[in-house]
Every structure is written in structure tokens, then in C-alpha cells.
């Protein structure tokens, strides 16, 4: 399936405060429409059930935000911070999300629908129990981030790092892993049934199964040359 791509006004409105708007959407209700916000810094701001449309982010800063229940639709992000944040139910539909770093971002039971990430840093990220449709992870680093319990449909990885994700309860059947780091990932058995690996990842998965792999020829000892007659 084809992923949506965001749809952004030529015309977006500048030289607001996103801090304003926020608190003033969060207060009244409103949906903040059609902005650019370029290196704009919010500190732990605490906002629920905002939506938030047709926006622009370049080079901005979100630390020790709460964003419960933010909907971010039709935005793009590029060269952002969204690190160690609590977005918790929470969803991105048709967005983009560029050269931003959403380490240890917290996405819990939220919704990732028709969004690109691309050469993104997502260590430590928490997607546990999200709704995630039509995403594309290319050339992030997911080391130690949480997919657990969730929903994946018509989604992919596309060279990224997957070491020790976790990725128990949560099917990947169906995707191709190739190219893709799997090194120490978390599964209880069947959540990769169903996808593409090469053989070096599969001598990789069939370990972290417990299962020794031996060349053929080391199955029974050598036995020694027989000595000539004398």
C-alpha cells in the first residue's frame, strides 16, 4: 500500500509563538492550523487532546513535554527534537519526520498511520501497544526501543538498526528484514513468522532461539589416519 504523503499549505502563517498557540488551543479547544516554526524551544508544557494541522517544524526543541492525546496530521518535521517526551496516546497521520532525534520518546498506545521516518534517532523509543499503518523506518537507529504489543499493518524497516528491540507480541509477518540490523532483538517465538531475512540474519534469529548451529563437517569427530601395515 502507498503511503499518503503530508498535504502543506504554500502558504503557511509565520512569526507565532508555538508556546502560545498551544497553551491557547489546549485552553479554548482550538486546532492550530497551517504554521511554520522555525527553532522554536518548548519546556515541559502540558497539553491534552490538541490537534495540530498542516504545520511546518524546523529545528525545534520539545523537552519534558506531556502531550497526551495530540494529533499531529498532515505535519513535517525536520531537524527536531522530541527526545525523552511523553506522548502517550498520541497519533502522527500522513507526517514526516526528518534528521530528528525521538530517543526515548514515549508514543505508548498511539497511532503512527502514513508516516516517514527518515535518518531519524530512535533509541529507547516506546511504541508499546500502538496502531502503526503504512510507516516507514528508513536509516533509523531503533537500538533498545519497545514495538511490543503492537499493531503493524502494511509497514517496514529499511536499513535500520534493530538491535535488542523489543519486539514480543507484535507479528512482523509479512515484511522483508533484509538489510535491516536484528542483533539480540526481543521476541517470545512466532512474531517473525512470515518475514523475509537473509542467511546471516537467520543464523542470527535461529541463536537467540537457543538453537546451536554447526557446520556439517563438525558433526562427528575426525578419526585419525589409518597407519600402513608393516
Known amino acids: ?33 497551517g504554521y511554520y516554526f522555525d527553532g522554536e524551544n518548548l519546556q515541559c508544557l502540558n497539553i491534552n487532546d490538541v490537534e495540530i494541522s498542516g504545520c511546518v517544524f524546523m529545528n525545534c526543541r520539545f523537552q519534558e513535554c506531556v502531550f497526551e492525546g495530540v494529533s499531529f496530521i498532515n505535519c513535517y518535521f525536520k531537524n527536531c527534537e522530541l ?28 497511532v503512527l498511520n502514513n508516516v516517514l521516518i527518515r535518518t531519524s534517532d530512535c533509541r529507547l523509543v516506546n511504541f508499546s501497544q500502538a496502531k502503526i499503518t503504512v510507516t516507514k523506518f528508513v536509516g533509523c537507529n531503533l537500538h533498545s526501543g519497545a514495538i511490543d504489543k503492537a499493531r503493524m499493518k502494511d509497514s517496514e524497516f529499511v536499513q535500520c538498526d534493530l538491535t535488542e528491540m523489543n519486539i514480543s507480541g507484535t507479528s512482523l509477518a509479512g515484511m522483508n528484514l533484509r538489510g535491516n540490523r536484528l542483533k539480540n532483538i526481543i521476541f517470545s517465538g512466532g512474531e517473525l513468522e512470515g518475514t523475509t531475512v537473509d542467511p546471516a540474519q537467520a543464523i542470527t534469529i535461529v541463536r537467540l532461539l537457543g538453537i546451536k548451529v554447526e557446520n556439517s563437517n563438525s558433526a562427528s569427530p575426525a578419526r585419525p589416519p589409518r597407519r600402513p601395515n608393516q
Open 1 to 33: 500500500m502507498k503511503r499518503q504523503k503530508p498535504e502543506i499549505s504554500m502558504s503557511l502563517k509565520q512569526n507565532a509563538s508555538m508556546l502560545d498557540l498551544l497553551i491557547e488551543a489546549d485552553v479554548n479547544h482550538n486546532v492550530v492550523y
Open 83 to 110: 527526545s525523552f517526551n511523553h506522548f502517550r496516546q498520541s497519533s502522527f497521520t500522513f507526517c514526516e519526520i526528518v534528521e530528528s532525534r525521538l530517543t526515548g520518546l514515549n508514543l505508548s498506545q498511539g
